[in-house]
């Protein structure tokens, strides 16, 4: 079994990155990329069984996470910085050209590293986050006329507040943020509302055990992990849109890599209509949609995200 609490310290972009690796040295390469509030940790059964199919698959603590070292500049979170730093340690550890796989920031800046690093690239699997042309204005001004200020993006950019309140009780913040998904209904229902996560977090009472999507193991990694660290680097990868918007000007939307997109029914952050037209963008694509599944997929359907995953890389880059 991968053992996470030994990562393999590598110095990428002046950043000493927290890397973890398991499967044969020579198998086809998936190096997996992890969002908020995530962590390497977060792909161990993915990568346990793309070990076990031959492949070698590498993930790393973003900086600010985990056992990585945290910049001072902000910008250092920017899709164009994570990006660079992805090229950076493919050619620190000698991968060659990897498939990447994100889920939720990490998908985002997956699709950015299609953009600006390609040649480096083999393929790309995005797990909840689609890639999307550049849209004609600030994102964050469409999120603030379409929502307003409560919206969990727009709260995260202020330094100092948000990190305060998710800070002020760890345990509470993470039982209530990988909560199991609201029923369709509710979903369908409440719409946006369901983005104001700050506010409904501090009214809710305690999160039972049933209601979150792992066990009291894996949370306990967690709520170690971002109580040593706290949450202001991390949420630096939110203090960034606005930057990765105006960088995005400097590229095709069109990325002309082999991609899986997997989706989720539930995911109220990261809908599968957020897919829509990626075709257009991405003609390699190949969709699917996970039913009865929220945004947490690595928890709540292992097995259908191995079960994907394995089956396009086996027809896409298969293993020795």
């Known amino acids: 079994m991968l053992d996470f609490s030994k990562p393999r310290m590598t110095p990428v972009g002046g950043v000493d990155l927290a890397v973890y690796e398991t499967g044969p040295a020579d198998g086809p390469t998936v190096l997996c990329v992890h969002g908020w509030p995530e962590l390497a940790y977060s792909w161990k059964r993915l990568m346990t069984d793309l070990a076990a199919a031959g492949y070698r698959a590498v993930a ?28 950076g340690l493919i050619d620190e550890l000698g991968l060659g050209k990897p498939v ?12 950015r590293a299609g953009q600006r690093h390609a040649e480096k690239l083999a393929g790309i699997i995005a797990v909840c986050t689609a890639h999307h042309a550049r ?126 997109m997997i989706s989720a029914d539930r995911d109220v952050m990261l809908p599968p209509s957020a897919a829509d037209g990626l075709e257009r963008l991405v003609p390699r694509v190949e969709k699917h949609v996970l039913e009865g599944v929220g945004h947490w997929v690595q928890y709540e359907a292992p097995d259908d995200l191995s079960r ?13």
């Open 135 to 260: 849209p004609p204005a600030d994102p964050i001004a469409i999120w603030r006329k379409r929502i307003g200020e409560d919206h969990y993006i727009l709260r995260f950019q202020e330094e100092g507040p948000p990190e305060a309140r998710l800070e002020r009780d760890m345990e509470h913040t993470l039982r209530f943020i990988f909560q199991k998904p609201a029923k369709a209904e509710t979903i369908a229902k409440r719409g946006g509302d369901l983005l104001r996560v700050l506010d409904h977090m501090e009214a809710s009472g305690p999160v039972p055990d049933g209601r979150i999507v792992m066990g009291p193991e894996d949370l306990a990694v967690y709520v170690e992990a971002f109580s040593r660290n706290g949450m202001g680097k991390a949420l630096n990868l939110y203090r960034n849109i606005t930057r990765n918007w105006e960088d995005q000007a400097a590229y095709s939307d069109v990325i002309d890599l082999p991609a899986l």
């Open 60 to 87: 790393f603590d973003l900086p600010g996470y985990g056992r990585s070292g945290a910049p001072a500049a902000v910008e250092a979170w920017s899709s164009d910085a994570i990006a660079d730093l992805i090229a």
């Open 100 to 111: 990447l796989c994100g889920h939720d920031w990490g998908g985002a800046v997956v699709w």
């Open 308 to 320: 994907l995953s394995l089956d396009w890389l086996r027809r896409t880059f298969p293993a020795h």
